[in-house]
């Protein structure tokens, strides 16, 4: 009995343990839960709070940049003839040329002329209590009147104080009082992934504020003809952006918006500040800038370059071209030769040549590490002050003859006239005097000129040998690239 007693008092206590103990896990797990919970809340608040203060930032940027910031409009009047609009000479130097001969306008409606107001605009940003404001130069280049609206909406006619094609900088000035400056920062801290913020103008829609992040620096290589070092960014930058700050999270101007890709989206680039700040003082003062120059045009070694020229890639740049009566010429520099240092400092792309360059001065020599046919020199040069077109110091006319105004083929002139890259040597045709032989061949501004009659043009020594024994009464036969398409084009005068 007292057996049955203990084993069922043994059942009892097993069971009792096991009930507590599913009781105890139960309420455990609830108060696990219960601080799980009050955790992720915690947390939810956590990221709540940090996304208010990022977007409360960003209006702080807004409201302390805004005010510098300004709408730009420009007026300028153009010249047309009526068949500017259609391209008079569309087929000239096609195959259809004759089919289409006679079609158009008549003589009387060819010497008409009308004038038609082209209106344009874009941004800039007040950097001075002065008045003197930051844009881009393609902005108001060539512009007969420009109208600066202010965020207050104030509005004022401004004078073109300086501009720089270079870089695609100008200086505004305008007559007024109480004006809000934006705070200029440092280009060269910025990092790739920081956020970045636009303010300007898109399509006339006045202080538009975009952010995204600064997603490169030191892009190059876009053609655009101006020294490239632009930062990139995916805060969207759309026509009339142009000249607009792109500000750092604390408010500082770190670059000068200046152009997108298109059809890209996300892809803009701007100006970095820094390069603006060297060149600001002298854009007031002087209205231009005056700059050391070697007198050379150099490119970039590809994989193929690199072999040929004998150095290894990413040492170095070709130069391409040496012009004329310069520092360059007179030291003894020649086409071909592969530059890798200035004063011992390495140089790898044609970007960080021009860097180094502009940090001298007019007159300062300097000492070049050179490549030629293998064998690595020293060269000293002298640099002088660049010209305000440096092409065109290779620049001939041969108005006699033509009328035409040539250069030889350089990057730039191929980055100009989107030149096929497959076209390494021959002249360019710059210019084509109204009236003149050269019209009357069928020369275009852009034309690549590879033969004259069967000679091959690759400098512009070899122009004026073959210019010199052409007749337009025997004929002529071109060989001419043009707009990507190479082709034989002949001509005769009739009597």
């Not at 409606?109 to 001075?128: A, C, L, P, T, W």
């Not at 970045?196 to 655009?224: D, M, Y």
């Not at 020599?365 to 046919?373: A, I, M, Q, S, T």
């Not at 890259?421 to 501004?445: C, F, H, M, T």
Request: net charge neutral; proline share 3%.
């Amino acid at each position: 009995m007292y057996k049955n007693m203990a084993k069922g008092l043994g059942v009892g206590l097993a069971l009792g343990a096991l009930l507590f103990g599913l009781f105890f896990c139960m309420n455990n797990d609830h108060a696990s839960s219960l601080t799980s919970t009050k955790e992720n809340t915690k947390e939810d608040k956590g990221k709540g709070t940090t996304a208010r203060s990022l977007g409360r930032a960003f209006v702080e940027v807004a409201k302390k940049v805004q005010p510098a910031v300004v709408n730009i409009t420009t007026e300028k009047t153009i010249t047309m003839k009526p068949w500017d609009r259609y391209g008079e000479d569309f087929f000239r130097g096609s195959p259809f040329e004759d089919f289409f001969k006679g079609f158009g306008f008549s003589p009387r409606e060819k010497g008409k002329e009308f004038r038609q107001k082209q209106r344009s605009g874009g941004s800039g940003v007040i950097v001075d209590k002065e008045g003197y404001i930051l844009t881009n130069n393609h902005v108001v280049e060539d512009t007969d009147k420009i109208k600066v609206r202010l965020n207050d909406g104030r509005e004022f006619t401004a004078t073109l104080k300086g501009q720089d094609s270079r870089t695609d900088l100008a200086v505004l000035h305008i007559k007024a009082k109480d004006l809000p400056v934006a705070t200029l920062g440092d280009s060269d801290q910025i990092e790739v992934g920081e956020w970045a913020i636009a303010i300007g103008s898109p399509f006339g829609l006045e202080h538009t504020v975009t952010v995204g992040v600064i997603s490169a620096k030191g892009r190059s290589g876009l053609g655009t003809g101006t020294y490239e070092d632009f930062i990139q960014t995916d805060a969207s930058i759309n026509p009339g952006n142009s000249g607009g700050p792109l500000i750092n999270i604390e408010g500082e101007v770190v670059g000068i918006n200046a152009m997108i890709i298109q059809p890209g989206t996300g892809i803009g680039f701007a100006i970095p500040i820094n390069m603006a700040k060297q060149i600001l003082n002298d854009l007031i003062k002087q209205g231009r800038v005056v700059r050391p120059w070697l007198g050379i045009s150099v490119q970039d070694l590809t994989p193929e370059m690199a072999e040929q020229f004998q150095v290894k890639e990413k040492e170095g740049v070709l130069v391409a071209q040496v012009h004329q009566g310069t520092g360059a010429e007179k030291a003894g520099l020649v086409s071909g030769d592969v530059i890798k240092s200035v004063d011992d400092k390495t140089i790898k792309s044609t970007n960080e040549l021009i860097k180094e360059i502009q940090k001298k001065k007019v007159g300062q020599k300097l000492k070049l590490g050179v490549v030629r046919e293998g064998k690595a020199t020293t060269i000293e040069v002298t640099t002088t002050a660049m010209p305000e077109k440096p092409e065109a110091i290779k620049e001939k006319e041969v108005e006699e003859k033509l009328g035409a105004r040539v250069q030889e083929l350089t990057p730039q002139l191929a980055a100009r006239y989107r030149i096929s890259s497959e076209i390494k040597r021959g002249v360019v045709v710059v210019g084509v005097e109204e009236g003149s032989p050269a019209e009357d061949i069928g020369l275009q501004e852009g034309d690549v000129i590879l033969e004259i009659n069967r000679k091959k043009i690759e400098t512009i020594k070899d122009f004026e040998t073959a210019v010199k024994d052409i007749s337009m009464e025997k004929g002529l036969v071109f060989r001419l690239h043009r707009r990507g398409n190479t082709f034989y084009h002949s001509f005769k005068k009739q009597p």
